[in-house]
């Protein structure tokens, strides 16, 4: 029988780098099994204002076994604001935070902010699932995988930055986030799975920067607000609605970014033979050139 116990700050389970098999339990219960004298591997687990992390290293050497560490759960299920650190000291040695683990601040009814640092790559499924209270996610660019349900259920949730490295916005991301009135969608997203923003009911604007459509699954917008605006790169309208995007499921219509505000885009097919158009200083032309703002029956619209 082998019983991992250090100080207070931590309990840890261990396994042979040899593959035998070994049965273990962590949180402080004993465990059984087999083991050849040789390394072993070994996991800890850390407290940090009541964020628990797990972090894995060699024993008896006390040397990194993995390059991250990542934050497994929290302590106090009724944490209001969670500062995660960027990286763990463990016996000397810095494992740098990479991952936010499966179900961590799962059905948090109190967590109204997180701040996630720069080192994080990965945010596992139903990582914040069910935090009804949470209003504020400060949110790297370095996350290259937010997982399923990650957000679903946090329902006071009012806007959103997809990080600009994230290609696929996976199931049900932000399911039943009935909050939720901005999203921003980075120009390298390929891909929104079903459900992802099914039941976001108080959406006003859907902003996507990819200059072609994302492909989409039928049903990621299930349940969707009845007012939302998408908008759209500059030019790529046609191109959206072909691929799907349409009036039907964005109730509030199709901008474009990059137009200035209050200027309607247009297109001219041909010269018009009268001067019913006017440059921004009152001067008339019957010859709208293409990329430029004009005045035309008391609007200003940018020609393309």
């Not at 389970?13 to 390394?39: K, N």
């Not at 800890?44 to 990542?70: F, G, H, N, W």
């Not at 996610?137 to 006071?156: D, H, N, W």
Request: hydrophobic fraction near 35%; charge should be positive.
């Amino acid at each position: 029988m082998c019983v991992i116990k250090h100080n207070d700050m931590f309990l840890g389970q261990c396994y042979s780098r040899t593959g035998l098999a070994i049965l273990f339990a962590v949180f402080g219960m004993s465990m059984y099994g087999q083991y050849t004298p040789s390394e072993l591997v070994n996991r800890a687990y850390v407290t940090k204002k009541d964020v628990v992390y797990s972090i894995q290293y060699s024993y008896p050497s006390l040397m990194p076994s993995s390059r991250v560490c990542e934050v497994f759960s929290v302590e106090n299920r009724m944490l209001t604001s969670a500062l995660l650190v960027d990286s763990v000291e463990f016996y000397g040695h810095f494992w740098p935070l990479g991952k936010i683990m499966r179900n961590a601040f799962q059905n948090c009814v109190e967590l109204e902010t997180v701040k996630i640092p720069t080192s994080v790559k990965t945010i596992d499924e139903l990582a914040f699932q069910g935090c009804t209270k949470l209003s504020s996610v400060e949110m790297p660019s370095s996350v290259t995988i937010l997982g399923k349900y990650a957000f679903s259920l946090c329902t006071q949730l009012v806007s959103f930055t997809i990080p600009s490295q994230l290609s696929i916005i996976q199931e049900g991301t932000f399911y039943g986030c009935s909050g939720l009135r901005r999203v921003t969608i980075p120009i390298i997203t390929k891909t929104i799975s079903k459900y992802a923003f099914k039941g976001c009911t108080s959406m006003d604007t859907l902003i996507v920067y990819c200059k072609t459509p994302p492909s989409k699954d039928k049903e990621a917008f299930n349940g969707f607000s009845d007012h939302c605006v998408l908008m759209v790169p500059l030019g790529k309208t046609q191109a959206y609605r072909n691929a799907g995007w349409t009036e039907e499921i964005f109730k509030g219509g199709i901008r474009e970014i990059g137009a200035p505000e209050a200027i309607q885009p247009v297109k001219v097919r041909e010269r018009t033979g009268s001067a019913t158009w006017h440059d921004l200083e009152g001067r008339p032309t019957a010859a709208p050139r293409k990329g430029r703002i004009y005045i035309k029956d008391g609007r200003k619209v940018l020609v393309r």
